[in-house]
């Protein structure tokens, strides 16, 4: 679990988020398009999709790839950013069972309608390496019992509440396909629902932050490391946004590096670690030119 230092630092940044975003959730709003190509990319990239940052933005703004794609992955990019933009415009929507199959169906139209919006049934078993989904018998009452725990669960700190319900969730494995990917749209559905921004689960850290947390999460239960990780991507995001509200000047975090006598490898650890506000945009740390060092 975080400690109670990270979870103070959190809170901080998220009064000072809440001051800063007064009259202005037009210039927010943009902040959360803007990442829309990026939260597509990585999502599914995550999934082994081939497509890249600049090929996911082509198609988002209706530009011509120099390649030729699968069909499949097209739909898989315009259909997540259609997601992201229907919560975008929707952010307090109560988590619900309905709402998860409705977004899973527009995730996978075009792309397999026949399982489009509904849960795994009769022999729909599914296998992640070596792990098992649940059995198929029994994934509607599993979600709808994960629903309505986390409905409830207002008692404990509300990153653990997200972190449990992702790794449930993934655990579960209730569609036939999607199930990264909608677990990926629903932690933001749930921090939008709680007035915090969206976080980026990055691909390329997929291998050493991500993926070995479900295989721990199955023999163990603990989801800890789900918490961290979510964590340090919430930081990012909140110092995204006040950064980019405040700052006169965003730069590369290796250009304030030497600016401020700090060698380059310090820096990004530090940014790692969020002990300084530096942020990601189009895969480069970014930070504010006049921050200082204490």
Same mark, same amino acid.
């Given at each position: 679990?975080?400690?109670?230092?990270?979870?103070?630092?959190?809170?901080?940044?998220?009064?000072?988020?809440?001051?800063?975003?007064?009259?202005?959730?037009?210039?927010?709003?943009?902040?959360?398009?803007?990442?829309? +190509?990026?939260?597509?990319?990585?999502?599914?990239?995550? =999934?082994?999709?081939?497509?890249?940052?600049?090929?996911?933005?082509?198609?988002?703004?209706?530009?011509?790839?120099?390649?030729?794609?699968?069909?499949? /992955?097209?739909?898989?990019?315009?259909?997540?950013?259609?997601?992201?933009?229907?919560?975008?415009? %929707?952010?307090? $929507? %109560?988590?619900?069972?309905?709402?998860?199959?409705?977004?899973?169906?527009?995730?996978?139209?075009?792309?397999?309608?026949?399982?489009?919006?509904?849960?795994?049934?009769?022999?729909?078993?599914?296998?992640?390496? #070596?792990?098992?989904?649940?059995? +198929?018998?029994?994934?509607?009452?599993?979600?709808?019992?994960?629903?309505?725990?986390?409905?409830?669960?207002?008692?404990?700190?509300?990153?653990?509440?997200?972190?449990?319900?992702?790794?449930?969730?993934?655990?579960?494995?209730?569609?036939?396909?999607?199930?990264?990917?909608?677990?990926?749209?629903?932690?933001?559905? $749930?921090?939008?629902?709680?007035?915090?921004? +969206?976080?980026?689960? $990055?691909? %390329?850290?997929?291998?050493? =932050? #991500?993926?070995?947390?479900?295989? %721990?999460?199955?023999?163990?239960?603990?989801?800890?490391?789900?918490? /961290?990780?979510?964590?340090?991507?919430?930081? =990012?995001?909140?110092?995204?946004?006040?950064?980019?509200?405040?700052?006169?000047?965003?730069?590369?975090?290796?250009?304030?590096?030497?600016?401020?006598?700090?060698?380059?490898?310090?820096?990004?650890?530090?940014?790692?670690?969020?002990?300084? +506000?530096?942020?990601?945009?189009?895969?480069?740390?970014?930070?504010?030119?006049?921050?200082?060092?204490?």
């Amino acid at each position: 679990m975080v400690s109670q230092t990270t979870k103070n630092k959190i809170e901080e940044l998220r009064k000072r988020y809440t001051e800063l975003s007064r009259g202005k959730g037009k210039f927010l709003k943009q902040i959360a398009i803007s990442e829309i +190509p990026e939260m597509v990319y990585n999502s599914n990239a995550i =999934e082994n999709s081939t497509l890249t940052l600049e090929d996911t933005e082509k198609i988002l703004t209706g530009g011509q790839l120099r390649r030729n794609v699968n069909v499949r /992955e097209l739909f898989e990019a315009k259909n997540m950013a259609t997601i992201t933009e229907n919560l975008l415009e %929707k952010p307090n $929507q %109560k988590l619900t069972v309905k709402m998860i199959l409705n977004l899973h169906k527009t995730l996978l139209t075009n792309i397999d309608d026949g399982i489009a919006g509904r849960f795994r049934r009769g022999k729909e078993w599914v296998r992640v390496g #070596y792990h098992l989904g649940a059995n +198929p018998l029994f994934v509607a009452d599993l979600m709808q019992e994960l629903v309505n725990n986390y409905n409830n669960g207002n008692s404990h700190y509300f990153l653990d509440n997200i972190a449990h319900f992702h790794a449930e969730f993934e655990t579960i494995h209730p569609f036939c396909d999607g199930n990264g990917r909608m677990g990926r749209v629903l932690i933001n559905l $749930q921090l939008m629902k709680l007035g915090l921004p +969206p976080i980026i689960i $990055q691909n %390329k850290s997929k291998h050493r =932050e #991500y993926y070995p947390l479900f295989n %721990k999460y199955p023999t163990t239960m603990k989801f800890d490391g789900f918490t /961290e990780l979510f964590a340090l991507l919430l930081q =990012e995001a909140l110092h995204k946004r006040i950064t980019m509200l405040t700052a006169k000047k965003i730069i590369l975090l290796p250009l304030w590096a030497e600016k401020n006598n700090i060698k380059s490898n310090i820096a990004a650890n530090k940014a790692k670690r969020q002990t300084i +506000p530096a942020f990601r945009l189009r895969e480069k740390w970014m930070i504010d030119e006049d921050f200082s060092v204490t």
